[in-house]
């Protein structure tokens, strides 16, 4: 991890776009027999995996590949629109899918979260970009049919179900973060976790005997356990608010007023100040 941050999106937009749904013209052979677009993609993502996004560059991938760096740019314009190719591959299903009615969507949103932390954990550089505004390829777009294939029996408004995976991606990305983070301090200082709690032992003891914190004091020998799997536990909670939200949604749709008001309950609430829908008097 770095400090640095790229963004997504900000190379040629048109260009990816090409690249990434191969609709524009096709490089000339290259000196190299071999190098595709997908080779050069494959190396840089294998790149950044075991050395951070940092260290991804034309040159590097280059000599990777055993070219000319000039080369490289017979199928890909620059870094910029590479990244963006990059995000969409690591996004390739590596399963089948199942399909809509297989799972219910409980489980579907399980292995969604699950599939997310594991995909953070192989490919942490994907936490050093900002992907506010991605450029959608036709891998992201197939995870993004499947889960919704999958989780539209809930009942929810389209909004409601674009909001329900933003939701388990930014849990996700919370906890994925933590996990990486604690990977990395161990890397970079050589200390375990273990080595570093204890270091604090005496200190902390000596906190918990002034009287000064009598709830942390309390808490059970186990309450900081590492083997407690917090990200489990959140994510049921996370699931079990949701189903709260679709059984009263489904309870409402056979009428009754307490019904409906369980069901409004469950719903966004209306945005403050003026609406930023075009009037009839704004453009579109």
Not at 51 to 67: N, P, W
Not at 81 to 88: G, K, V, Y
């Amino acid at each position: 991890m770095t400090s640095g941050r790229q963004t997504s999106g900000s190379g040629d937009i048109a260009r990816t776009l090409d690249l990434l749904w191969d609709t524009g013209p096709r490089p000339s052979r290259g000196p190299k027999p071999g190098l595709t677009l997908d080779r050069i993609v494959e190396t840089a993502v294998g790149i950044a995996d075991r050395e951070g996004l940092d260290a991804v560059s034309m040159r590097r991938i280059a000599t990777e590949l055993g070219t000319g760096t000039m080369s490289l740019y017979r199928y890909v314009p620059g870094k910029a629109e590479l990244l963006d190719l990059m995000l969409d591959r690591v996004q390739r299903p590596s399963d089948e899918p199942a399909g809509p009615g297989e799972v219910d969507w409980r489980t579907a949103l399980e292995a969604l979260g699950r599939s997310m932390l594991d995909l953070y954990r192989r490919h942490p550089w994907l936490l050093e970009v900002n992907q506010a505004r991605p450029i959608l390829g036709p891998n992201a777009l197939e995870n993004m049919e499947n889960t919704l294939a999958r989780i539209r029996p809930m009942g929810l408004t389209d909004p409601e179900l674009v909001s329900v995976i933003i939701l388990i991606d930014g849990y996700v990305v919370g906890a994925a973060r933590t996990r990486i983070f604690e990977e990395e301090a161990e890397r970079r200082t050589g200390m375990t976790d273990t080595e570093f709690w204890e270091a604090q032992r005496p200190a902390l003891e000596k906190a918990m005997h002034s009287g000064r914190y009598p709830v942390l004091a309390s808490l059970s020998e186990d309450a900081f356990s590492p083997g407690f799997d917090h990200f489990e536990f959140g994510l049921q909670r996370i699931l079990d608010g949701l189903e709260t939200c679709v059984e009263a949604r489904r309870a409402a749709a056979d009428g009754g007023s307490s019904a409906r008001a369980a069901a409004d309950a469950c719903s966004a609430p209306a945005p403050d100040g003026p609406s930023s829908a075009p009037s009839a008097e704004q453009p579109s």
